[in-house]
């Protein structure tokens, strides 16, 4: 069965720095999809960014950005120039590429930004 | 458009009574999943519907808990014989089509306390 682990309940960064937020995965697959959502305190689920595991190139979407590392099952978030709206649960997640979007989920972490 | 619609967001039950969670997906959505958050976890995929149709209960427990999309009107997540191990945050997503890409949309949740 595929599990995602997030080693880092809790992290915290100054406004306008930068932090990366750690996952890590174990599928069997060769093909599949990993996504970071963001939960903020209303705690309506929004998607952030998306990588598909056949791309080589790491996703960007404007001050988020992924480092994948498919051997090491690594897939890690960046936030640039961090703003105390990203403030939020962060959930990496899995899904097997063609199948249902039926995500694994990893515990979250806890992203607390300081003015 | 408005976004995925979860009701009530908050439910409280004494144990042995039956809670109902209701989901009406995004415009043109078909397709429903609902999840559930327990304290401090990730979200856990519980079932996977289509108009009339349960395509993946899997995650479903297999006592006290079922659910039905209609053909009209919302999705229902039905708890029979509530205990206080269900209390947790149930999440509703939706999607247009099976893409295999992942992408949900979600509502704001429903938290049931059970008492």
């Known amino acids: 069965a595929q599990t995602v682990t997030q080693s880092q309940p809790e992290m915290s960064v100054q406004e306008a720095e930068t932090v990366t937020l750690s996952c890590t995965y174990d599928t069997s697959e060769s093909d599949y999809y990993l996504f970071w959502y963001k939960q903020p305190p209303s705690r309506q689920m929004i998607l952030v960014i998306r990588?598909?595991?056949?791309?080589?190139q790491n996703a960007t979407e404007n001050r988020f950005s992924v480092n994948f590392q498919k051997a090491a099952k690594s897939f890690s978030l960046k936030i640039s120039d961090s703003q105390l709206g990203d403030a939020a649960m962060y959930f990496c997640?899995?899904?097997?590429?063609?199948?249902?979007?039926?995500?694994?989920f990893g515990k979250g972490t806890k992203l607390t930004v300081n003015p | 458009n408005a976004g995925v619609m979860q009701n009530p967001r908050h439910l409280v039950r004494r144990r042995g009574q039956e809670a109902r969670l209701r989901c009406s997906p995004m415009k043109g959505h078909s397709h429903v999943y609902w999840y559930r958050q327990l304290p401090e976890e990730g979200l856990k995929f519980m079932v996977y519907l289509q108009k009339e149709n349960i395509i993946d209960e899997s995650g479903m427990p297999k006592e006290r808990f079922s659910a039905e999309f209609p053909k009209e009107g919302p999705s229902i997540l039905r708890i029979q014989q509530v205990v206080r191990g269900d209390s947790a945050a149930y999440f509703c997503a939706s999607s247009p089509w099976r893409t295999g890409e992942g992408e949900l949309f979600f509502g704001e949740g429903s938290r049931l306390t059970v008492l």
């Open positions: 997640a899995y899904s097997t590429q063609g199948g249902s979007e039926k995500l694994v």
């Open positions: 990588q598909e595991a056949y791309k080589q």
